[in-house]
Antibody
Framework: QITLKESGPTLVKPTQTLTLTCTFSGFSLSTSGVGVGWIRQPPGKALEWLAL???????RYSPSLKSRLTITKDTSKNQVVLTVTNMDPVDTATYYC???????????WGQGTLVTVSS | QSVLTQPPSVSAAPGQKVTISCSGSSSNIGNNYVSWYQQLPGTAPKLLIYDNNKRPSGIPDRFSGSKSGTSATLGITGLQTGDEADYCC???????????FGGGTKLTVL
């Protein structure tokens, strides 16, 4: 059974850097074809994809946010970390991590963590 | 504004059938697999359909998916009040090199 859980601060100030950790179980990020992605959802709005990292360390980023995002993995700890620089109130959202199935879909999602950006 | 276009809302009576459309282009739906996600109020998205028309284990066959050209459709039969949720389509966009989602459709079971 695959499980994922996001952790990190619930409140950040404008201009600060957000660091979120996704801790997972039930799969290994060293297995061929496996990936983990980050997706966010502002309150009352649609899902927005942020970043993906694959077992071979291939990384993909949202074109509109690429300059602010960094995704890394720690295979030994079963963790994926996302950093978002220069946070703004418009970045207030629930941030989800999800297991990427063979490049095609997100088949398991974490519960999400609400991050509020406010001074 | 989302790359994939969905109707903001649909509604139908219990026991009836409803379809939700997702419109894109050749760079996304036209040449890549489509997924559908269900998001019950206050919860994380849940995979309903992948590879256009496949259901993960545990998803009842009341839920179905199809794709034609640059559009995809989610069908739900035998509607239940528990099906009230937001439904979102997603796929890969080869031109953007990005995962793209629709804006979501709120299903109301009257």
């Amino acid at each position: 059974q695959i499980t994922l859980k996001e952790s990190g601060p619930t409140l950040v100030k404008p201009t600060q850097t957000l660091t979120l950790t996704c801790t997972f179980s039930g799969f290994s990020l060293s297995t061929s074809g496996v990936g983990v992605g980050w997706i966010r959802q502002p309150p009352g709005k649609a899902l927005e994809w942020l970043a993906l990292i694959y077992w071979d360390d291939d990384k993909r980023y949202s074109p509109s946010l690429k300059s602010r995002l960094t995704i890394t993995k720690d295979t030994s700890k079963n963790q994926v970390v996302l950093t978002v620089t220069n946070m703004d109130p418009v970045d207030t959202a629930t941030y989800y991590c999800a297991h990427r199935l063979q490049f095609r879909t997100f088949d398991s999602w974490g519960q999400g963590t609400l991050v509020t950006v406010s001074s | 504004q989302s790359v994939l276009t969905q109707p903001p809302s649909v509604s139908a009576a219990p026991g009836q059938k409803v379809t939700i459309s997702c419109s894109g282009s050749s760079s996304n739906i036209g040449n890549n697999y489509v997924s559908w996600y269900q998001q019950l109020p206050g919860t994380a998205p849940k995979l309903l359909i992948y590879d256009n028309n496949k259901r993960p284990s545990g998803i009842p066959d009341r839920f179905s998916g199809s794709k034609s050209g640059t559009s995809a459709t989610l069908g739900i039969t035998g509607l239940q009040t528990g099906d009230e949720a937001d439904y979102c389509c997603g796929t890969w966009d080869s031109s953007l090199s990005a995962v793209v989602f629709g804006g979501g459709t709120k299903l109301t079971v009257l």
